[in-house]
């Protein structure tokens, strides 16, 4: 359902203040998604000409292992041997770093040393986002390395022509009661299911400096310079789309900026109206 996050003053003057409404939905998603998971669990050292096969959406990068005192060419598609000068938690973070070294690979998933001990270390690949596209598959040809999965890359699911919906009800005569919708305002909702409304101009195209004589017994001559009004929420979504509706907005009063009025005697319109 759609929560309220920002909203107009109970009063508030057009042309001074925006009248922004930021609406948050908790039913655009349907499912969050998961991302894939991969450990390289090493338990010894790889030997020379060994590879690493990795297959993730259109890409398909193998890595072959090198002796640790080559020249490297920089292809991003080389991994180190283990030199004995180093520990096999240091010849981790070497592995770590030659598979960060491929573009792809690092761009699409987060690679770290999970744990690492005198001769055992895991290497934990997850994706960077949820999606299938992420299901990452491991080839390879080192004996002493053994896979450890974790869940397998599923999309988030959202619902299908989804949309927040502001209707704006103006009251159509003063203190009448009666109210009238005059605007209706549709918006896809943010990474963060949000959808923001301005709503200033619509407002005020409803007021107009009507503005009564001193002491004017006759009300009705003001009564473009106060707007009493309100909103209506919803979401909609689904082929052809179905609107709910989800909450209404207090009654609200907009005031014509930039006009000052004499409260002598009490009781007059502008207090009235504004207090009741």
């Not at 991969?38 to 096969?53: A, E, M, N, Q, W």
Request: aromatic letters at 14%; one cysteine or more; charged letters at 20%.
């Amino acid at each position: 359902m759609l929560s309220i996050q920002t909203e107009p003053a109970a009063v508030s003057p057009a042309k001074k203040n925006p009248v922004a409404l930021k609406l948050q939905t908790d039913n655009y998603i349907t499912d969050p998604g998961n991302k894939c998971y991969i450990g390289l669990v090493f338990s010894g050292d790889p030997v020379v000409g060994d590879t690493l096969r990795f297959v993730w959406s259109t890409y398909d990068i193998t890595f072959t292992f090198i002796d640790y005192a080559d020249t490297p060419d920089y292809s991003g598609l080389q991994i180190f041997t283990h030199s004995l000068i180093i520990s096999f938690a240091q010849y981790a973070e070497q592995v770590a770093a030659n598979l960060r070294s491929n573009y792809l690979l690092n761009r699409d998933f987060k690679i770290n040393v999970a744990a690492s001990g005198v001769s055992s270390a895991t290497i934990a690949i997850e994706a960077r986002e949820t999606g299938e596209v992420y299901a990452l598959t491991v080839d390879d040809s080192v004996s002493n390395m053994a896979l450890a999965y974790g869940p397998s890359g599923g999309n988030t699911i959202v619902r299908d022509n989804f949309k927040a919906n502001v209707f704006l009800h103006i009251e159509d005569d003063f203190n009448s009661g009666v109210f009238i919708k005059v605007i209706e305002k549709e918006s896809p909702v943010d990474t963060n299911n949000q959808a923001t409304f301005l709503l200033e101009e619509e407002l005020e195209s409803y007021l107009a400096p009507d503005v009564p004589a001193f002491n004017q017994a006759v009300i009705s001559r003001a009564s473009n310079v106060f707007k009493r009004y309100y909103f209506s929420y919803a979401e909609s979504y689904g082929i052809p789309a179905e609107v709910q509706y989800v909450a209404e907005s207090s009654i609200k009063k907009a005031v014509l900026a930039g006009y000052a009025f004499n409260k002598f005697p009490e009781n007059t319109f502008l207090e009235d109206y504004i207090t009741n």
